[in-house]
T-cell receptor
């Protein structure tokens, strides 16, 4: 079984430029999470999807961040425009519906974003 | 008060010793507790989970939970240099069906 797939693995952009990250969850997993991990910190939830519905986006900076999960499978997270403080690792995770917080979930390899 | 707190370390132990990693949490309603291991430049990997008070053993790893004290710990017996990593404690937040992570404890096992 393939794990959670993310791309790109690394991204370097200039501030004020747009950037997008892609995530394909484990097959059959209805719940998808986007986390951001700053250096020396634990991952922090940005948004959680149940199928195609964003059910928790309270921590997503909506002025510059957006996400979508069309058809309830893969997902894209976008930042426009990027700021220096957005430099971090963006992690995607997935779980069976409603089970993530009960049984833990699997992370993808992450996208390391550097804004210069 | 942070929802999940860990000592950032680094915790240094000699090879073969027992490493003890600790975590406290604030949500008394939490039911599920997890330990993730994260090597430098890699994503977190789930290594243990525990739901009930007491101990849970898996190989060289033992997770301990005390809900009354809101305390979770991870013991690593016979520590190896390959155990050197950051260990993240994660707790489910009942109202949000999501895991909240601590900042992690850096473990260094010296040969």
């Amino acid at each position: 079984e393939a794990g959670v797939v993310q791309s790109p693995r690394y991204k370097i952009i200039e501030k004020k430029q747009p950037v997008a990250f892609w995530c394909n969850p484990i097959s059959g997993h209805n719940t998808l999470y986007w986390y951001r991990q700053n250096l020396g910190q634990g991952p922090e939830l940005l948004i959680r999807y149940e199928n195609e519905e964003a059910v928790d986006d309270s921590q997503l900076p909506k002025d510059r961040f957006s996400a979508e999960r069309l058809k309830g499978v893969d997902s894209t997270l976008k930042i426009q425009p990027a700021e220096l403080g957005d430099s971090a690792v963006y992690l995607c995770a997935s779980s069976s519906e409603g089970r993530g917080a009960d049984y833990g979930y699997t992370f993808g390899s992450g996208t390391r974003l550097t804004v210069v | 008060q942070k929802e999940v707190e860990q000592n950032s370390g680094p915790l240094s132990v000699p090879e073969g010793a027992i490493a003890s990693l600790n975590c406290t949490y604030s949500d008394r309603g939490s039911q599920s507790f997890f330990w993730y291991r994260q090597y430098s430049g890699k994503s977190p990997e789930l290594i243990m989970f525990i739901y009930s008070n007491g101990d849970k053993e898996d190989g060289r790893f033992t997770a301990q939970l005390n809900k009354a004290s809101q305390y979770v710990s991870l013991l690593i017996r016979d520590s190896q240099p390959s155990d050197s990593a950051t260990y993240l404690c994660a707790v489910n937040i009942v109202y949000g069906n999501k895991l909240v992570f601590g900042a992690g404890t850096i473990l260094r096992v010296k040969s």
